[in-house]
């Protein structure tokens, strides 16, 4: 085999190589049924077993809270920024929304489409460059919902700690940082995200949720848009997309085998501190874009002194075979994607070439 590339993409993203040599070998002919996955209806016992376990695999890594259900849906997060406010901001209700950065300020425009929506607290102030404290947050009675995103995969800082909402389900986008590190799923209503980041190929948004927020959607709305219409369905409404599923459950057995979420979370902290360390002790030739307290251990972002060593730093980074390490056009600068799936050894060898590239520039 070729060597595999040093693959930083914010996504889709690196996934486990066991991961990938295992679909190799079951590809064309699944436990030996003759067929691949793919080929297979989602109606018969060896799909059906596949989806139920990625299921239970999931819920497992949480502990298996009781109430909880985890849906299968398509369209991406992007669906879910429609589909949350349209199934649960009903009449004379209004849903806070917290600006961390681009991805939490789509989310909030979707739900402003759909209803009352007001911002709960907002870093836009601080240039995005951290997540606003939600300790002692008020929230007026006829809230629907909270929602934050965990994670802002592209200005680069995270939440660690989530707050007490009280009875007002708290929602989460955590499509770049889900199953990074453990979190306590009890204090959420939902969390979603689409899976080609931290949980397989695209083409599949996991949803996990308690079961009240989807036993009910409003009305009028069209079925395949209601969340009550794929939870009765137990996410067989309509065809699945059955192999992206499999493919997830693959990354879930991943996941466990590297000691569940505390295992994963040794290894990222290993990850994100290595590069963090680097930008740190380079004396300012590498600026971190967050704030320290807010920075994320998925997407590590930062900038050099002038746009044109920016620039020469993607252009020898590529040369020496590191994908993906330019930062998104709203933000610029570097941004190195770090997933559960991306391994030290990339990570210590990005931070190696940008040692050597201080040293040739500084
Ligand atoms: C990538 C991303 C999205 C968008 O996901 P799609 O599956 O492309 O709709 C939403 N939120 C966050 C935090 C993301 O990182």
Redesign the pocket.
């Known amino acids: 085999m070729n060597k595999r590339a040093y693959n930083f993409n914010?996504?889709p993203a690196a996934l486990p190589l066991e991961v990938l040599q295992r679909a190799q070998a079951e590809f064309v002919d699944y436990k030996e049924t003759g067929m691949s996955i793919m080929e297979m209806s989602h109606r018969g016992a060896v799909y059906e077993s596949v989806h139920k376990e990625a299921q239970s695999r999931l819920l497992g890594l949480f502990g298996n809270p009781s109430g909880y259900k985890v849906l299968f849906l398509q369209?991406?997060?992007?669906?879910q920024?429609a589909m949350i406010p349209l199934n649960l901001l009903t009449e004379g209700k209004t849903a806070g929304y917290v600006r961390t950065g681009s991805?939490a300020d789509?989310?909030l425009k979707e739900a402003k489409l759909a209803g009352e929506a007001f911002v709960a607290a907002s870093s836009e102030a601080a240039g995005f460059r951290e997540v606003p404290d939600l300790a002692g947050l008020e929230l007026p009675e006829n809230t629907a919902y909270l929602h934050l995103?965990s994670?802002?995969?592209i200005e680069g800082t995270a939440y660690f700690t989530y707050p007490d909402t009280g009875n007002v389900p708290l929602i989460a986008?955590?499509?770049?940082d889900i199953l990074s590190r453990p979190f306590d799923l009890q204090s959420f209503g939902m969390v979603y995200a689409?899976a080609?980041?931290n949980l397989g190929p695209?083409g599949v948004?996991v949803v996990i949720a308690r079961e009240e927020l989807l036993e009910q959607s409003p009305k009028h709305l069209p079925t395949i848009f209601r969340y009550d219409t794929h939870y009765k369905n137990d996410s067989l409404y309509n065809t699945p997309p059955s192999f992206s599923i499999y493919m997830v459950n693959e990354v879930l057995k991943w996941i466990e085998e590297q000691g569940g979420l505390q295992g994963i979370e040794q290894l990222n902290r290993k990850k994100a501190g290595r590069l963090y360390d680097t930008i740190d002790q380079s004396g300012g030739f590498y600026k971190g874009f967050a704030n320290p307290d807010s920075r994320s251990i998925m997407n590590v972002t930062f900038r050099l002194g002038t746009e044109e060593l920016e620039k020469q730093f993607i252009k020898e980074s590529e040369a020496a075979g590191f994908i993906g390490l330019k930062g998104h056009r709203s933000v610029g600068g570097l941004r190195a994607s770090i997933y559960n799936a991306v391994p030290y050894e990339a990570v210590d060898a990005l931070a190696q070439f940008m040692e050597e590239f201080q040293r040739k520039n500084g």
């Open positions: 914010a996504g369209g991406g997060a992007s669906t920024f991805w789509k989310a995103t994670n802002e995969t986008d955590m499509s770049s689409g080609q980041k695209s948004t």
